[in-house]
C-alpha cells in the first residue's frame, strides 16, 4: 500500500493484503484484507492511529520511512487483537520516546498479549482528548465492539473517524475510498455477520454516537475508507435492526441421501407457499457465506442426518455458529433422518439456546421420507409460512 492522504496532515500507511485467504484459521478471505493504519501530524506532536498484523511489517515500516515519521510521540490502539497490535513492541523500541494511548480494557490485554510496560502506557477514558497541538483526538469508548476493549478515535478538526473494526470489510483493494459499492455491500454484510453480528445491541446506541460526531470521513482497520459515512452508517441501520426477511436459511448435510430428500421437499414447499429460501451443503460451504446469510432470515432449519446416535459433524458447527453469532431470526427448527434411534434433535436444538426464537415442530425420518414423512415436511412449511405472515408488517423487502 503506498502512503496516500486521507485529509490534511492525515495519512494512510497500512498494508494490503491481496493474497491472504483465511483469517484466525478460521475465516475465509475469499478477496484478501488491508491493515489501516494512520499517521496524524499535528503542529506539536504525531500520533499513529493503530499499526498492522505482524505478517506485513516491513509494508509498515517502508510506508513509515516515505512518511518521513522520524518522530511518533503517541500510538494510539484502539484494538487489541493482534492484527492491530502485533507490530507495537516494535514500534516501540524503534521510537523510544512514544507512548502507548488507550484505555484501561485494552492495557490490561497489551499487557498480557505483548508484555508492554504499563509506564509506557497512557489510560485515557471516554470522550477524554488529547492534544497534538492544532489537531485533537477524542476518545470513544466503545465495548463488545467486538471485543470488550474496543475504542473509537475522532479527529475533531478534521472529522475523521477512526472507527478501528466497526465497519470494516475484508477486502483487499487499490481504491482508497469505497467507490465500488456493488463489491463492497456483500463483503461489508459478510464481515459484519461473521464478527459484529453477536454484538448488533450494543453497536446500536455506539451508532447514534457517531452520528453525534458527524464525521466527514470514516476510517475502519480493514476495507476502503468511507468518505460518504451514511452509505455504511444506513447499511448498519438496516443489519442490526430487529426487522428480518420472509427468508428462510437451510443449513444441511446428507450421507445416504434421505436427508437431501427432506430439504428438496421443504424447499419446494416454502416456494410454492411464496417464502424465500437459501440452502446451504454444509460439507461444502464457506462459513463467511454462512454467516451472511444468517444476517436477515426470520427462520433457520438445520438438517442433519445421525451419526453414532448424534448430529452430524459439520451440522454440530452450523449450529454452534448460529448460537455464537445470534442472529435475529424468529423461528428455528431442525430436520433429521436416522437408521435406529439417536438424540440428534435433542442435541441441536440445546445448541441453539442462546437464539431468542420460537422452535417449531421439528421432522424426524427413519429412513428415507416416506408420504407421512412428506406431509410432516409440508406441515412444517405451513407453519412457517404462517408464522412469517403473521409478522408481515415488520418484513423487509416483498412479503
Not at 494512520?38 to 499513529?48: D, I, N
Not at 484505555?103 to 471516554?126: M, Q, S, T, W, Y
Not at 428438496?264 to 454467516?291: C, E, K, M, W, Y
Not at 417449531?360 to 407453519?383: C, M, R
Request: glycine letters at 6%; proline letters at 5%.
Amino acid at each position: 500500500m503506498s502512503v496516500r492522504t486521507v485529509a490534511p496532515g492525515v495519512l494512510s500507511v497500512g498494508a494490503i493484503d491481496w493474497d491472504r485467504r483465511l483469517f484466525d484459521d478460521l475465516i475465509p478471505l475469499p478477496e484478501g484484507t488491508s491493515y489501516n493504519a494512520f499517521l496524524v501530524r499535528g503542529s506539536e506532536k504525531t500520533a499513529l492511529i493503530d499499526a498492522v498484523d505482524t505478517s506485513m511489517e516491513m509494508a509498515l515500516m517502508t510506508n513509515l520511512f516515505r512518511a518521513a515519521a522520524d518522530r511518533i510521540d503517541y500510538i494510539v490502539v484502539n484494538h487489541a487483537e493482534q492484527d492491530h497490535s502485533g507490530m507495537v513492541p516494535l514500534l516501540l523500541e524503534m521510537y523510544a520516546g512514544a507512548t502507548v494511548v488507550t484505555n484501561k480494557v485494552c492495557r490490561d490485554l497489551l499487557v498480557a498479549f505483548h508484555g508492554i510496560p504499563e509506564e509506557r502506557i497512557k489510560v485515557v477514558g471516554d470522550r477524554e482528548t488529547l492534544s497534538l497541538g492544532d489537531k485533537t483526538l477524542e476518545f470513544l469508548i466503545t465495548p463488545w465492539v467486538h471485543w470488550p476493549d474496543t475504542m473509537l478515535t475522532f479527529l475533531r478538526e478534521e472529522r475523521v473517524l477512526f472507527s478501528c473494526d466497526l465497519f470494516g470489510a475484508h477486502l483487499a483493494t487499490s481504491d482508497l475510498f469505497l467507490r465500488d459499492r456493488f463489491e463492497w455491500y456483500r463483503l461489508a454484510k459478510r464481515y459484519y455477520g461473521e464478527i459484529m453480528m453477536p454484538f448488533r445491541n450494543s453497536i446500536k446506541g455506539y451508532l447514534e454516537k457517531v452520528r453525534g460526531l458527524n464525521p466527514a470521513i470514516i476510517c475502519p482497520s480493514h476495507g476502503p475508507l468511507y468518505d460518504e459515512p451514511e452509505v455504511v452508517l444506513a447499511a448498519y441501520d438496516d443489519w442490526i435492526s430487529d426487522e428480518v426477511k420472509n427468508e428462510v436459511v437451510i443449513a444441511y448435510a446428507s450421507m445416504h441421501g434421505s436427508t437431501r430428500a427432506m430439504v428438496d421437499h421443504l424447499v419446494n414447499a416454502l416456494i410454492d407457499r411464496g417464502v424465500r429460501v437459501r440452502q446451504f451443503h454444509l460439507p461444502s460451504t464457506d462459513l463467511g457465506d454462512l454467516a451472511l446469510a444468517l444476517v436477515d432470515p426470520a427462520t433457520i432449519v438445520i438438517a442433519a442426518p445421525t451419526v453414532l446416535f448424534g448430529p452430524h459433524p459439520v451440522a454440530v458447527t452450523a449450529a454452534y455458529l448460529a448460537n455464537a453469532l445470534k442472529p435475529k431470526a424468529r423461528f428455528a427448527t431442525v430436520m433429521t433422518s436416522y437408521g435406529w434411534g439417536g438424540k440428534t434433535v435433542d442435541t441441536l436444538k440445546g445448541m441453539l439456546g442462546q437464539l431468542k426464537v420460537e422452535f417449531l415442530e421439528p421432522v424426524q425420518v427413519k429412513g428415507f421420507p416416506s408420504s407421512e414423512a412428506q406431509e410432516a415436511i409440508a406441515a412444517l412449511a405451513d407453519a412457517i409460512r404462517d408464522r412469517h405472515a403473521a409478522s408481515a408488517a415488520d418484513w423487509v423487502g416483498p412479503a
